[in-house]
T-cell receptor
Framework: GQNIDQPTEMTATEGAIVQINCTYQ??????LFWYQQHAGEAPTFLSY????GLEEKGRFSSFLSRSKGYSYLLLKELQMKDSASYLC????????????FGRGTSLIVHP | DTEVTQTPKHLVMGMTNKKSLKCEQH?????MYWYKQKAKKPPELMFV???????INESVPSRFSPECPNSSLLNLHLHALQPEDSALYLC????????????FGDGTRLSIL
């Protein structure tokens, strides 16, 4: 089975930096995705990690440690529009290309 | 706007009605998915189609019936739904390659009276 854990909710201040953690226990590992979802909208792809280390994309970065079963999404220079749910999704092994979603972290950015 | 288009955006139906949700993508993706999402919960996988054939059914009740008429279209036929089926229904597609993400539609907000 797969177990993916994220904090339920986080708050941060506009302009600040926030780190959203995701820990996982899966049957094998074949990649981890981060998605952003605004209320009532589609999840949109943010990042993909399959090797250890940091992937940077503008204000967003994602880190992976396979040995620790751990990833984080780092958001810099927070903007009000970053208020959304952030979903961690892990793909296990076994040939399935379908990731399992964590419950998501609701991020509230306030002025 | 997303590259996966879902219609309708909102649907209200009674428990005896029959309706269909539609999903379309023109990215040449070979895998298409239906998810159900309740408020403040992650998407739950319902069905997966690969090369127009049903490959995964996550023990979904038979009142939900998927159909894939061609590689660009995915339908979800609804009949005799229950109030607890009220949710956001998301369609997604992907190439099927392990390192490629899923692309989601904006969903259909379904309410069962």
């Amino acid at each position: 089975g797969q177990n993916i854990d994220q904090p339920t909710e986080m708050t941060a201040t506009e302009g600040a930096i926030v780190q959203i953690n995701c820990t996982y226990q899966t049957s094998g590992f074949n990649g981890l995705f981060w998605y952003q979802q605004h209320a009532g909208e589609a999840p949109t792809f943010l990042s993909y990690n399959v090797l250890d280390g940091l992937e940077e994309k503008g204000r967003f970065s994602s880190f992976l440690s396979r040995s620790k079963g751990y990833s984080y999404l780092l958001l810099k220079e927070l903007q009000m529009k970053d208020s959304a749910s952030y979903l961690c999704a892990v793909r296990g092994s076994g040939g399935s290309y379908i990731p399992t979603f964590g419950r998501g972290t609701s991020l509230i950015v306030h002025p | 706007d997303t590259e996966v288009t879902q219609t309708p955006k909102h649907l209200v139906m009674g428990m005896t009605n029959k309706k269909s949700l539609k999903c379309e993508q023109h990215m040449g993706h070979r895998a298409m998915y239906w998810y159900k999402q309740k408020a403040k919960k992650p998407p739950e996988l319902m069905f997966v189609y690969s090369y127009e054939k049903l490959s995964i059914n996550e023990s979904v009740p038979s009142r939900f019936s998927p159909e894939c008429p061609n590689s660009s279209l995915l339908n979800l036929h609804l009949h005799a739904l229950q109030p607890e089926d009220s949710a956001l229904y998301l369609c997604a597609s992907s190439t099927g390659d392990s390192n490629q993400p899923q692309h989601f539609g904006d969903g259909t907000r379904l309410s069962i009276l």
